[in-house]
Each structure stands twice: as C-alpha cells, then as structure tokens.
C-alpha cells in the first residue's frame, strides 16, 4: 500500500516532534497532527514557531520547514481519521489515580477513547499503529474493539513504540539507533508493517528497522526504559556508599564505564531520575508481573523505584542537615525545575519533591529556570496536594534571572544540569550570599575546586 496521509492522535512531547520528523523527511505525505487540546494545537500553529508548545533544540526549524507544506495541527480529529490511511495513536498513558491498579497499573481510557472513535468514523481499512508506551497485550483489546464496534473495514494493529528522550527529541528521531516495528504474522499483518517500514525507509537505513511480534514489541518498549532506569538507580545506590567511604561516584562510574560490556552512558549519579516514562513504565511492568503471580520479578523491579525515591529524599534531608537542622524562612535558591536540560517538560521533576520536602520545613524556595514559567512550577506542587494552593504561593517564587534568585539565599540546590549554570560568575553569586554559602549540587555539573576557593561550601552527590 502506498501511503500518503498519516494521521497521529496526540500533539504532545511524542506526537508533535516524531510526526515533525516524518513530515520533514516525507514530503510526499500528508501528516496531520491532533488533539482534543485546543490551546495546544493554537500554540503548535502559532506565527512565530518560536511559540510552539514543546522546547527542543532543533524543533522550531523543522516545524517552520514543513508546517502547512504537508505538515497539519488541528483539533478536526474525526476528519483527519477518516482522511488517513495509517493512524497513529500518541496520547498520554499516565500511572492510574483511581480504582484497580491505582497508583500502578497503565490508565488506559485515553487509548480506548482513541480506539472507540477510529472504529466509529473509519469507512475504509486502516493501520492503527500504537505509538503510545503500552502493556504488553494491549494491541489485543485495541484490536477487540476495533472489531466489535467498527463498520465492517479490515484494521490491522501495529506496535511502533517511540524511544527518543526529551531534550535530544530531534537528533533521536533523525539518527534513532533503532526503529521496532511489531505486528501480526499474518499476510495483511505484515503488508501492513511493510507500508510501515517504506515510510522510515525515507531516512532510516534497513539494518537499523527491526520487525517483530506484536507482544516482543510492546514488552520491549517497558523493559528498555526499566534498564535504562536501572542503570541511574543502580549508580544513585552507589552514590550513597562513595559518600561514606570516600571513593568518587564520577570516577567509579567512569572506571566501571570503559568496560566495553558495561558502557559509559546512564552512569550519571544525580538527585534521582524524573520525566513522564521511567516511573510509570516501570511500575506498570511491575504490575504486569504482578498480575501474572510472578512477585519476584515484580519486587525486582520496583526495588529500581524505592531507589529513586530515596535518593530524592536524602538530598532534601542532607540539605536540612547541613543548615544546621533547620531552614525554616530561610531562602533556598533552585537551579532548574526541569526534569532534564534541553526540555520545558518539569513532569515527575526530582525538583517537584525536593521543594515539596523542603516547604514542609517552611524554607522559603526560589527558582530560576531558563524554560519552565512560575505557573507551571506552582501547578506541579498543587498536583502533589501536600497543602493549599496559598501556601505554596507563599512558599515559592520564581526569578527571571538566576543572580536574582540566588540573592540573599542561603543554599543553592542544583536541580538541573543545564549548561548555562556552569558558566554563571559564581563570585557574584557568592558576594550576595548569606555565609556560610552552600551549594547542593545535585547533577555534579560544578567545579568543586573553584568553588570551594571562592568561599563556597560545596557538596556533590557521590563525593
Ligand atoms: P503528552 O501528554 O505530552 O501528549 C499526549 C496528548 O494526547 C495530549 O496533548 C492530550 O491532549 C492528547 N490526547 C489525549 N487523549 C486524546 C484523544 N482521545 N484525542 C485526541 N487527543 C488526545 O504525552 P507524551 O509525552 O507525548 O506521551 C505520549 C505517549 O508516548 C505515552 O504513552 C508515553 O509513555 C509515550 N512516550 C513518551 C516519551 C517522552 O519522552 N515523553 C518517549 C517515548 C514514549
Ligand atoms: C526516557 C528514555 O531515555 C527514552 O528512550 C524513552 O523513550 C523515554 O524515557 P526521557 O525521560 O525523556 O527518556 O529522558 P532521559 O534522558 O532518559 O532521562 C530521564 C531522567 O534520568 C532525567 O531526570 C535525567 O536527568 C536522569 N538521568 C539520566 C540521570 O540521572 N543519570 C543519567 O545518567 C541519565
């Protein structure tokens, strides 16, 4: 099948770059983006693309490239399914709030939402490709009610999970190091991953796109954001004892790093991973294994999580400890509220519980961060309801310039590692310090020896 009209249900950190990419690198195909979400769509169709909705270095340009070309956002969601002939479905699978599985298990009803509607308006056959990270199995109920409410057209399922990570979104989708394709063996299972596979052939070379069943493709998807998580909760566990013994986490990571079976990347200690995946697909495989009975596997994996919450709560303890046990009304300058450098996206944002840690301790915090705005820092400690929208109002601030947000504090937590922190003049910061000056560096971007001969008391994670 030739494909010349794609369309993706979804315009967000996934949806809105990878269909960019495809619309930059197919020109002959029409791609249009959906949401019910009108204010995102107005935003991603905003004159000055500068405007968009999604920071990520490179984005803008793509989108300047191709939008309106053959490149669409738009809040017609029927039109653009029926128009389409692949459908790709990007919406959020968050951890659920509520009932079975709460706290846990993969909320699905945006899926089935998505589903439900393809089935309604499809009137010809289409591909339905999740995009979405998904339990194992999923395509089955996907394919159920396609089935069962739909008129009578042919859809075939396909797994095409998404592996770019936010902050690097564009240069992972130009350069992906993989791109897997899962779908059913039949005959028109698999012309359906062949019209798949031609379209990522238009940059993608063959060796790099992987085909496989369905389940290996979705399970695949949860196991490589479990390892790489991993690896980040197995190198915080060993921050923890460098610090008691005085061994380096930086060149412990970096001697274990060079072992070629081992590998240099994700070996970064920190304040603890955040984002809107490693969490929520974790536990979710958490949950899958628990409901197959399988609680060693299940205990195995969530140990990665337990792991990650203490290493966020021992860097809000260690920072009350240091100030002499208290820091109450005392001013705590934040460095980033972002999950990650490079990205506006602050969900799950180790940042979020260091300060929500810290006002309980009635410090006073002050953030400065170069793409995150002060509402959406205030709406992400509202979402964690530890107390009233007022008295996080009063509890935290945001600055436009870090100079300002340092001013008269007395300790700077380091909460994101973006570049432009290291080059700040930290003797400026210093001279409008309260003394002692503590810095927590909780990404170790800094330079302890010049810091230190500033005058500053510095603390690293793993040293
Ligand atoms: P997101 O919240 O940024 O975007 C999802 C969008 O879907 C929202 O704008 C929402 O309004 C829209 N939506 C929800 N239901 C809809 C419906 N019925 N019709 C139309 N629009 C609807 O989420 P995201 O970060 O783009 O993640 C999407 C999926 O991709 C998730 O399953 C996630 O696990 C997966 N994923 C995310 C990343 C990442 O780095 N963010 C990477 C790989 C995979
Ligand atoms: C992740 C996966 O990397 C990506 O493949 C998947 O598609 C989505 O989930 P993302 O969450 O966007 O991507 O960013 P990632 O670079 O993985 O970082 C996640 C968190 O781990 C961030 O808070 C980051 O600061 C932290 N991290 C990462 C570390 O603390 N140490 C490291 O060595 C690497």
């Known amino acids: 099948m030739k494909i010349t009209k794609i369309c993706c249900i979804g315009a967000g950190y996934v949806g809105g770059p990878t269909m960019a990419v495809i619309a930059q690198k197919c020109p002959h195909i029409q791609v249009t983006v959906v949401d ?23 984005l803008s340009a793509i989108v300047a490239e191709a939008r309106g070309r053959n490149l669409f956002f738009s809040t017609e969601v029927e039109k653009a399914i029926d128009d389409a002939q692949i459908i790709f479905i990007s919406v959020n699978t968050p951890t659920k709030t509520y009932g079975k599985g709460k706290g846990m298990a993969a909320d699905l009803k945006y899926i089935e939402l998505c589903a439900r509607q393809i089935a309604k308006i499809a009137k010809d056959d289409k ?15 996907i394919k159920s009610i396609l089935d069962n409410t739909g008129n009578h057209v042919q859809f075939q399922i396909l797994s095409n999970p998404e592996f770019l990570a ?80 005085g061994a380096n986490i930086n060149e412990v990571a970096k001697a274990i790093g060079m072992d070629s079976r081992i590998g240099p990347k994700f070996l970064k200690a920190s304040v603890g991973f955040g984002g809107s995946c490693f969490q ?11 409901s197959y009975g399988l609680t060693a596997v299940a205990d195995y994996w969530e140990q990665v999580i337990i792991m990650n919450d203490h290493q966020k709560k021992r860097f809000s303890n260690n920072v009350v400890q240091t100030l002499y046990n208290t820091v109450a009304d005392k001013k705590i300058a934040f460095l980033g509220w972002a999950f990650k450098k490079d990205t506006n996206d602050t969900r799950e944002s180790a940042a979020i519980f260091v300060a929500d840690d810290l006002i309980n301790e009635q410090a006073q915090i002050a953030v400065y ?30 600055f436009e310039s870090p100079y300002d947000a340092c001013k008269e504090a007395h300790a700077i937590a380091i909460l994101t590692e973006w570049d432009e922190f290291v080059g700040y003049d930290w003797q400026k910061i210093y001279d409008n310090m309260q003394k002692p000056a503590f810095v927590f560096d909780g990404r170790n971007i800094l330079n302890k020896v010049e810091l230190e001969a500033i005058g500053f008391v510095y603390q690293a994670v793993g040293s």
């Open 36 to 58: 019910l979400n009108t204010d995102r769509i107005a935003a991603w169709n905003d004159e000055d693309v500068n405007n968009i909705p999604i920071y990520e270095p490179g």
């Open 127 to 141: 591909i339905v490709v999740e995009k979405s990270t998904l339990p194992v199995r999923t395509a089955e109920a």
């Open 166 to 245: 936010e902050g690097t979104a564009v240069e992972d989708l130009l350069n992906p190091d993989r791109i897997l394709i899962g779908g059913d063996p039949s005959v028109e299972g698999q012309n359906a991953v062949q019209a798949l596979v031609d379209v990522y052939s238009n940059w993608v070379a063959p060796e790099k796109i992987l085909t496989t069943n369905l389940w290996s493709s979705e399970l695949s998807k949860l196991t490589a954001n479990a390892f790489l998580a991993q690896r980040i909760s197995s190198i915080n566990a060993l921050s923890e004892l460098c610090e008691k013994t």
């Open 280 to 290: 929520k697909d974790i536990l979710n495989l958490v949950y899958i294994a628990k």
């Open 369 to 398: 961060d170069p793409k995150v705005s002060h509402k959406k820092v205030l709406a992400d400690l509202d979402y964690l309801e530890t107390r009233s929208t007022e008295k996080n109002a009063k509890a935290i601030s945001s």
